[in-house]
């Protein structure tokens, strides 16, 4: 496929060879964003569009604001690997993959500029809307791929894509002291924990021990609803947050 019409208005396309069949016929129920956490723009979009790398998006962002549709939405592009959420193991099925211009982690995390905060927020409203995708379905890379994944990284501004109608979000509780929960402890509060994460929808076993794993996505967790302190341990400002969120979901707060 060297050429198509783009789904979003406000995109231009850029074609990648890199996509194939929705398995089962899904139609994408999830926005997965991500940092491309490459030197430049144009050196990651050529990496997404080059058949060696056996990676794409449907979607790229540039710093300015320009958005590229490589991969038609009806299409499964190859952007989230192996990941998990809410039960659900094949990501790239049931999503649509927006790549983010920035150098992220490897960077030094830089700030995401302001016209390409807003086109990000603008591309996700079009897509939620003409999909019917869930706020809450929103997501990180690092959110269905922790521990593996980072992107699109703690300084991304989910508060900001909120404000503007994008994504499922809450003011995080303040860091205090207090107990907290890390590697090697193990009981209910623990198992606790574990449960309300895998509620929310993150890919962990409820054991009641606080592996690698749980260390993991609380670190997930945190880069995305409680970026101020990420270290994997859940004070009491995490499990705080978590447990808002969890009330302000539709399916806990009908009334």
Same mark, same amino acid.
């Given at each position: 496929m060297t050429g198509f019409a783009a789904d979003y208005a406000g995109a231009s396309v850029t074609a990648s060879p890199n996509h194939g069949e929705r398995v089962d016929g899904r139609s994408p129920d999830m926005i997965l964003l991500h940092y491309t956490g490459m030197g430049t723009a144009d050196q990651a979009l050529t990496w997404l569009c080059t058949a060696e790398s056996q990676v794409s998006?449907?979607? %790229?962002?540039?710093?300015?604001?320009?958005? /590229?549709? /490589?991969?038609?939405?009806?299409?499964?592009?190859?952007?989230?690997?192996?990941?998990?959420?809410?039960?659900?193991?094949?990501?790239?099925?049931?999503?649509?993959?927006?790549?983010?211009?920035?150098?992220?982690?490897?960077?030094?995390?830089?700030?995401?500029?302001?016209?390409?905060?807003?086109?990000?927020?603008?591309?996700?409203?079009?897509?939620?809307?003409? =999909?019917?995708?869930?706020?809450?379905?929103?997501?990180?890379?690092?959110?269905?791929?922790?521990?593996?994944?980072?992107?699109?990284?703690?300084?991304?501004? =989910?508060?900001?894509?909120? /404000?503007?109608?994008?994504?499922?979000?809450?003011?995080?509780?303040?860091?205090?002291?207090?107990?907290? %929960?890390? /590697?090697?402890?193990?009981?209910?509060?623990?198992?606790a924990l574990q449960a309300m994460l895998a509620l929310y929808g993150y890919g962990i076993e409820v054991t009641g021990e606080f592996c690698e794993r749980t260390k993991g996505v609380v670190e997930a967790f945190q880069r995305h609803f409680r970026p101020a302190r990420v270290d994997g341990t859940a004070d009491s400002s995490t499990i705080e947050t978590l447990h808002r969120l969890l009330g302000a979901l539709p399916k806990f707060n009908r009334s």
């Open positions: 998006s449907h979607y %790229f962002v540039y710093e300015d604001g320009r958005v /590229l549709q /490589l991969v038609p939405e009806a299409r499964r592009a190859w952007h989230a690997g192996k990941g998990v959420w809410d039960g659900e193991n094949d990501i790239n099925s049931c999503s649509i993959g927006i790549e983010i211009a920035n150098a992220g982690h490897p960077g030094g995390l830089p700030d995401f500029p302001e016209a390409q905060v807003r086109a990000v927020a603008q591309l996700c409203r079009d897509c939620g809307e003409r =999909w019917s995708i869930a706020p809450e379905r929103v997501l990180a890379h690092s959110d269905v791929a922790p521990v593996r994944k980072v992107d699109p990284g703690e300084n991304f501004p =989910w508060q900001k894509l909120y /404000l503007d109608g994008v994504g499922h979000w809450i003011e995080p509780a303040p860091i205090t002291g207090g107990r907290f %929960f890390q /590697l090697g402890d193990a009981g209910q509060p623990v198992e």
